[in-house]
Structures are given as structure tokens and as C-alpha cells.
């Protein structure tokens, strides 16, 4: 099924230089970059995107983290994009993560993995939503 999802190369993926090696492998996986743009979000911002994670012991410090320096988004489009996407990725946990996945081969720890990905139709269309407009998505 034809579908979009959320990506974020996290800021230690943009300080750290990832911007072109993760494009790169969505490139060469056949996915398609519908929308893209460097953004700053602030502590608020952060933890309006992970409000689904609000509560939770790490909440206070991924949101530190995410509003820490600039972040690329996209948004990613293909058939099944949301699964195959975060098989690229790996695991949230990059100790568990698959070999040769960007988070297996450039997170620094459980928090600082580099990518973000969407998890559902529902979630990417909330995430989609979160950080663009209808005319900044051009196909
Ligand atoms: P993401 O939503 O960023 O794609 P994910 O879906 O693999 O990652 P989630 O469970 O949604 O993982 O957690 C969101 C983010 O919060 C993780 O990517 C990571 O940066 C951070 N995080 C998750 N679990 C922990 C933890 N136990 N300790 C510290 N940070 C964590
Ligand atoms: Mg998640």
C-alpha cells in the first residue's frame, strides 16, 4: 500500500554530518523524498511531537535533546514506506538494532539514535501534520 511517514534526522545526526548518509540510503532503498527542511524546534515544539511519550521516565530529557540544535525533516513516500523505513533504522536501542541499520551504525545511545521514524498511518499522518503545510509538500 502507498503510504507517507515522518522522518527526522535528529540533531546529533545533523551535528554529527548524517545528513547525506541517511538520504543516501533512502535514496538507494527506492524512497521517495516528497518534502524536506532544516528546522530548530524549541522545548515546547518537542514535546508537542512527543506527546505520546509524556509521563514516561525519559520525556524531559528527549525533548532536551530534541530541541538541542537543528533537525532535518522529510516526509517519505512508497509503498509500505512506514515499515520498510524503520527497518532502515533499527531499533530504538542500537545495541539491539540489526546489523548494517543507520541506527546500529551511528547512534551514540538510546536516546541520541540519529533517526526518527513513524510508527503507523495514523501517527505519521499526526507527525506530517505537525511539521508541514499543504504547500510545502510538493508531490
Ligand atoms: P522514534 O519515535 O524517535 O522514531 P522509536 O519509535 O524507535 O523512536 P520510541 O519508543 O518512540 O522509539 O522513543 C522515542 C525516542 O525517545 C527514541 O528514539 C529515543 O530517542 C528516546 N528514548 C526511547 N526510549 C528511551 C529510553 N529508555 N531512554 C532514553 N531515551 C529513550
Ligand atoms: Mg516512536
Redesign the pocket.
Given at each position: 500500500m502507498r503510504e507517507k511517514t515522518l522522518s527526522i534526522i535528529k540533531p546529533d545526526g545533523v551535528s554529527r554530518n548524517l545528513i547525506g548518509e541517511v538520504v543516501k540510503r533512502l535514496e538507494s532503498a527506492g524512497i521517495e523524498i516528497a518534502a524536506m527542511k532544516m528546522i530548530w524546534m524549541t522545548k515546547e515544539q518537542a514535546k508537542g511531537f512527543?506527546k505520546v511519550?509524556e509521563g514516561k521516565?525519559?520525556y524531559e530529557?528527549?525533548t532536551d535533546?530534541m530541541s538541542s540544535g537543528p533537525s532535518v525533516v522529510m516526509i517519505l513516500k512508497g509503498d509500505d514506506v512506514i515499515k520498510r523505513y524503520r527497518k532502515i533504522?533499527g531499533?530504538?536501542n542500537y545495541e539491539e538494532a540489526e546489523e548494517g541499520t543507520i541506527r546500529r551504525e551511528f547512534a551514540t545511545d538510546?536516546?541520541?539514535?540519529v533517526?526518527?521514524?513513524s510508527?503507523s498511518v495514523e501517527n505519521a499522518k499526526f507527525e506530517i501534520n505537525y511539521f508541514f503545510n499543504s504547500l510545502e509538500i510538493l508531490k
Open positions: 512527543y511519550h521516565p525519559f530529557s528527549v535533546f533504522m531499533a530504538t538510546i536516546e541520541k539514535n533517526v526518527h521514524g510508527d
